[in-house]
């Protein structure tokens, strides 16, 4: 669990999920520095792109319900899988955004 700050409070909390077959205990001691950077020099495993859906966190489930309550503020939810270049998830990432604080824009374009 990461939290963002701006301004000496949370804007954002994250919540990372790693296959244990990918890491095995590798971030048992938690991580310093980036997700990424740690994961290409320790694991060898380079994220190439992240398909993101946006959601709105679930009072239902006890991690979202726990999150909303820490924060205290209209919250937004994106859940991230994270792939490598052969397009193999490599993590999962769960990013509580409060909705006052940041905007979130999204580009579509055709290709």
């Known amino acids: 669990l ?4 701006a301004d000496l409070h949370t804007v954002a909390v994250s919540l990372t999920i790693f296959p ?3 890491v095995h205990d590798g971030f048992d001691q938690g991580i310093s520095g ?3 950077e740690n994961l290409e020099h320790r694991f060898d495993r380079v994220v190439h792109y992240a398909v993101t859906r946006i959601l709105a966190p679930n009072p239902n489930s006890t991690q979202d319900k726990r999150i909303i309550e820490q ?3 209209p919250t937004v939810l994106l859940e991230q899988l994270h792939f490598d270049s052969n397009d193999v998830p490599v993590f999962l990432s769960l990013d509580y955004i409060l909705t006052q604080e940041m905007k979130l824009t999204i580009r579509r374009e055709r290709i």
Do not use: Y
């Open 20 to 22: 244990e077959q990918l």
């Open 71 to 73: 924060l205290n503020s």
């Open 2 to 5: 990461r939290e963002r700050r």
């Open 34 to 36: 980036s997700i990424f």
